[in-house]
């Protein structure tokens, strides 16, 4: 499912959350608009363009990969994926037990 992944990579964006929470809460639906047709190339690799929209008009524009594992913004620039918490080793959580 290349095509979903690709749509959750964006929606999971921790800015984009926060963007679509409060499009909600004024009553407006969200869309995630994925372009096959539009394909961009950077650095020998190919990304699909997806825009976010609300109310008829485009929030952003990012390029996400077809496997989901880049996300650039509309200057080309990685996005930050959602950090994620520091999990202690499997050795260290035995050791404290």
């Given at each position: 499912?290349?095509?979903?992944?690709?749509?959750?990579?964006?929606?999971?964006?921790?800015?984009?959350?926060?963007?679509?929470?409060?499009?909600?809460?004024?009553?407006?639906?969200v869309q995630y608009a994925l372009s096959l047709d539009r394909e961009w190339h950077?650095?020998?690799?190919?990304?699909?363009?997806?825009?976010?929209?609300?109310?008829?008009?485009?929030?952003?524009?990012?390029?996400?990969?077809?496997?989901?594992?880049?996300?650039?913004?509309?200057?080309?620039?990685?996005?930050?994926?959602?950090?994620?918490?520091?999990?202690?080793?499997?050795?260290?959580?035995?050791?404290?037990?």
């Amino acid at each position: 499912m290349p095509l979903r992944r690709a749509v959750t990579k964006v929606k999971l964006l921790p800015e984009t959350e926060a963007w679509a929470a409060a499009v909600h809460k004024t009553g407006a639906v969200v869309q995630y608009a994925l372009s096959l047709d539009r394909e961009w190339h950077k650095g020998g690799r190919c990304y699909w363009t997806l825009e976010a929209r609300a109310e008829g008009s485009t929030w952003r524009r990012f390029y996400v990969s077809p496997d989901g594992k880049r996300v650039l913004s509309e200057s080309g620039r990685p996005e930050a994926a959602e950090r994620r918490k520091a999990r202690t080793s499997g050795e260290a959580r035995a050791g404290a037990r």
